[in-house]
Each structure stands twice: as C-alpha cells, then as structure tokens.
C-alpha cells in the first residue's frame, strides 16, 4: 500500500513483534496509526516466516511460550483458531552422533566411548587438583567445572559459532547462569553404581521426565501472527506501510513529530505524529534524528551479531525427528539445522520433501555473508554431507534469507552506551518511545519485546512514562516510573511482573584485557 504525506495520532517504525504489538492494541483503543516497515513483503522481522516455492520456514526457531498471562492472552486474541500444540526435541551433534541437549554427563561420556571418555576424565580430574584461581572468562569457568576436553567437545566451537568471539573473551559470569544441573562427579559415580548393578534408572544421568515437554506453534509459522495483526490493524482504517524505509526524524515548531520514509521507488512521505514509537536498531535510529543527539557518538559503537539461514528441499520423509540440532562439530561453519516439519507438518506442502534450515552466524559484511546465494546453497550440502545429515543428490532446491542486526552484542561498553542515548532522548523527547529487541539494544525474547509495546501503549494512554520499559527483561527489582504516586506496584498484574523479571542471558567481553 502506498500513501501519502498524512497525520496521525502514533507514527511506528518496524513491524515486527514489537511495533505490531503497539499498533494492534493502539488501533484497538482508537488511535489512528501508521507503521512503516522497510521490507516490501514480510512483517514480523526476525520473526517472520519467509515462504519459497510453498515451502515455509522461520528466521531462527521460535516457541510460543510466556510467563506473562497477558502476552499468552494477546497471542490467543490475536490469532485464536491456529496455534498446535507441538513436542520439544533438541539435540546436539558431534562426529556422526546425537547427544540430549541439555547435555546429560552420563550419556555424553558413553558416546564418547572409552578412549574419549577417559581422556575427558582425566581432564576432569586435571582440573580438579589444579583449578585455575583466577577465573575470569567462560573458557576458565567450565574448564574448571569439566575439564579441558569436555570444554573443547561440548561448549567451545557452538558457542563461538554463535558469538563470534573466543571463549577465553566472554565473562565468566555467564557461564555460571547458563550452565546449570550438569555435575560431572556424579555422572561418574552413577556409572560405577550401574556397572555393579545398584542403579537401574534410565541411564541418562537424569531424572525421567513424566511429561512429554511441548510448546504452542502457530501452524504456518510465527509469522502467521503478525500477518494477523497487521490485518487487524489494517481492519480499523490504519495503516501498515511495506517498503518504507525511515529517512528521518524531526519534532516540528508545535512538538508534533515528521517521521519521512523512503519508499521502493525512491519519493519521499511525510507522517506528521504525536508519538513516535520506534523499533528500529537504536544506532540507526541515532543517525535520522534531526537534529543530531548528542548521544550519536554512543551509539555509534554500538554492534549486533548477523546470521543467515540456508533452507534446502530434500527428498526424504523426514531426515530427523528434532526440531533443531546444535552443531558443535568444527569442521562445519554451520551452528544449527532447524527442521521445520518438526515445528509444523504444515509448513512443508510435500510430504515426501523434508525441509530443513541451516544457520551460519556471521557479521554482515564478512565473507559469509557476502557469498552468493548459490554459493551459499552449495556448502550447505556440502556441510550436510559431512555431517552425515543427507546425500547432496537428494538436495532438490534451496533459498538464502539474511538476517542482519539478529542479536546485540554485550560488549564491555553497550551498557554505557545504551543508558546515554536513553537518558538524553527521554530528556528531550518524552513522545519518542523505543522498544523490542533492537530498539533498545536488549536480547529479548519475543513476549519481552511484546511486553515493552504493551506497558509503551499504556504510558501513551496515561500521558506520561507511568511504567519503566527499560525493566523488561532485566534481572533486577521492578521500579514505575513518571509521576510518583501515580501508579502503584499493584497496577502490574503477577503475569506482567514474570515477564518483568525473566531474563534472556547474554555473554559479554570481560572488561580487562586478556593475557596470554
């Protein structure tokens, strides 16, 4: 849809989770809106599912799961009659073999065989006599909680992979938060007790589950949802613009908000606004605001990690039951192999084709990135024929979708860089609101950034910042904001206050310089 130079009462940069969010429930209290999305076909950025040749696949998997009533209610609200409800299976590979994921000590050391496997105890053991006293990174933590081996075999290249930064680089705080219930000791001693015959569990180092674990699933994929709420807001009279691409963002002489977008064909519309709610990576956001922040240096600095994934049709039933499998093997870039009929028999038309997605994790701009799509389809078969996963025969088509900005990166200074750019445009700008993932540089989940749209839609409501957005997704006491006494603590609900408080971790540079 094309239109032009109009007003509206709330201008919105980006459809994806967050900014649909807003403009649904805006729409739904009356307001008039316009979204503007740069892409010319799909809303719900890194949460859309692209469709090729009939085949559907996600950027990236994407469960449906909340703490937060509130964000469940609006999922079942805005798309009530297709949710599934689907099993959970994740597994990690390594050398031709699958391990449980979360990893399971017993059953990774018999995988491993005898060899490995004492070579792993006897890392073990190293680490246990000699620890390293000053831990300072994610490579020392596990190293001393596993041994070298296992370091090296399990967490190491999946988790460069996904970063792009060596372990010896990342805080050690996070390995300590991320890698829980794993207790290698104990593994060993179940062991010994089941080759006497006094343990006779399951043996996988594990408690059997009771329950099978599922998750909700849109049926033709996440972006199903958003296409459903870029329909409802297009059903209350407003707008959602594809190909429009923010050019800039200025206050005009009445405080009233121009927000001009490029379109495909190069002219230039004007939405005339009285808030601004902004999704948009915060350092491009910095560079279209007229005049320039202060700030623009800070966010200058700010980076994100890109990835891309590689679909491939391949002629098989179905090649694996899981999910998704993490590729912890080094002789392939590839990090993940989402399998799509897993997450949705609808999302694959054809049921003797499986559909599969590779993820490389990459910056933009480097050479992966920057490969030809048919470059790209090439060493995914490639990669899957060394991992055993298919015969490059059997590959019967493939398509390429980049996705840039995927995650923002916890360097020693985003913290710093983040809070001045804050601070300085809520100064300036009370009507300018920033939110989702890369709107305000957090790595949130899909219901965190819903839910900094949801408490944005009701400051917008109350005129006034009531709730502090910038607690979402933060592992910290839930402080209100604005006018003191206004809002109580009680105004969130238990719901809101789980979304709140649960946090997404993500690694982080150790601040000092790593030494040799």
Known sequence: MSLGDHSTDVAIIGAGPAGLTAAYLLSKSGYKVTVIEKDDHYVGGISRTVEHNGFRFDIGGHRFFSKSKEVVDLWNEILPDDFIQRPRMSRIYYEGKFYSYPLRAFEALWNLGIFRSTLCMLSFAKAK????????????????????????????????????????????????????????????????????????????????????????????GPGMMWEAARDHVRAKGNHVLMAHALESLSQDGGNRWNVTARKEDGSLVTINATHVISSAPMRELAGRIEPKPETIVEANKLNYRDFLTVALMIRSEDLFPDNWIYIHDSKVLVGRVQNFRSWSPEMVPDPNIACVGLEYFCFEGDKLWASADADLVELAKKEMAILGLCKPEDVIGGAVVRQEKAYPVYDDSYADNVAAMKDELEAKYPTLHLVGRNGMHRYNNQDHAMMTAMLTVRNIEAGSRVYDTWQVNEDAEYHEAGDEGEVSNSALTAGERAALSSVRDVPSRINEPVTP
């Open 129 to 220: 006599v000699f620890p390293n006293k000053n831990v300072r990174s994610f490579q020392d933590w596990v190293v001393n909680a596993f041994g070298f081996k296992l370091f090296s075999i399990f967490f190491k290249t999946y988790t460069e992979k996904v970063w792009g930064m060596p372990c010896d680089e990342m805080s050690a705080d996070w390995a300590a938060q991320r890698i829980k219930g794993l207790d290698l000791g104990a593994a060993v001693l179940d062991g010994l007790k089941r080759s006497l015959g006094l343990n006779k569990k399951p043996n996988d180092g594990m408690e059997t589950k009771t329950l099978l674990e599922t998750f909700r699933y849109p049926r033709l």
